[in-house]
């Protein structure tokens, strides 16, 4: 079964404006982790941001910030103030409890426009 | 940079034959995760392992086999290569493999099965 969806395939953002990915999961456990990583064009994979289920405050790292709402079972990634460096892959994963192995999405790429 | 080293970055091979993919994870983590990245599968989990012992498996063929040696480098085996073998394979490593520590990726090495 699917764990992780991302709905958006593709987005687009004008630079400067924020932009949200979304991203649900689908878990029965009530410990698990939820991250964002980066995947720009070069290859490599970025951690971005981290949410763990118990946390009461949504995470932030600089200009990334996790929309969680745990009984929607939703964990969106916002970047405000987009700039060109942000077009990429964007991956969205999980590892829950009990699981030894974390599960991505099947991404969203992002484009930002001048 | 992430501090995980992954050698070669690129490697071009027949069909039938055997390669190693090497991993060095970053300073002070224990723990090991080998990912593969294909177009049709997305990013799927294949093995992890912690301090040199196999800690969870995931959609490793039989014909893969990977290590952990006392330095705590890692080796994954992909023997009698198929086409289909080819992909984007990262590795990951984290301190010591919980649930909550993001893991840290490395570049990862592109094979071509030809």
């Known amino acids: 079964a699917q764990k992780i969806t991302q709905t958006q395939p593709g987005m687009f953002v004008q630079e400067k404006e924020a932009v949200t990915l979304d991203c649900t999961y689908d878990?029965?456990?009530?410990?698990?982790?939820l991250f964002w990583y980066k995947q720009p064009s070069s290859g490599e994979m970025i951690f971005l941001i981290y949410q763990g289920s118990y946390d009461e405050q949504n995470a932030t790292e600089g200009r990334y910030s996790l929309n969680f709402q745990k009984a929607r079972k939703s964990a969106n990634l916002v970047i405000s103030a987009s700039q060109l460096g942000d077009s990429a892959m964007y991956f969205c994963a999980m590892r829950e409890g009990r699981a030894k192995d974390m599960r991505f999405g099947a991404g969203t790429r992002l484009t930002v426009k001048p | 940079d992430s501090g995980v080293t992954q050698t070669p970055k690129h490697l071009i091979t027949a069909t039938g034959q055997r390669v190693t993919l090497r991993c060095s994870p970053r300073s002070g983590d224990l723990s090991v995760y080998w990912y593969q990245q294909s177009l049709d599968q997305g990013l799927q989990f294949l093995i992890q392992?912690?301090?040199?012992?196999?800690?969870a498996k995931g959609n490793i063929l039989e014909r893969f086999s990977a290590q952990q040696f006392p330095d705590l480098h890692s080796e994954l085996n992909l023997s009698s290569l198929e086409l289909g073998d080819s992909a984007l394979y990262f590795c990951a490593s984290s301190p010591t493999g919980e649930v909550g520590q993001p893991q840290h990726f490395g570049d990862g090495t592109r094979l071509s099965i030809l």
């Open positions: 392992y912690y301090n040199g012992e196999e800690r």
């Open positions: 878990t029965s456990d009530q410990s698990y982790g």
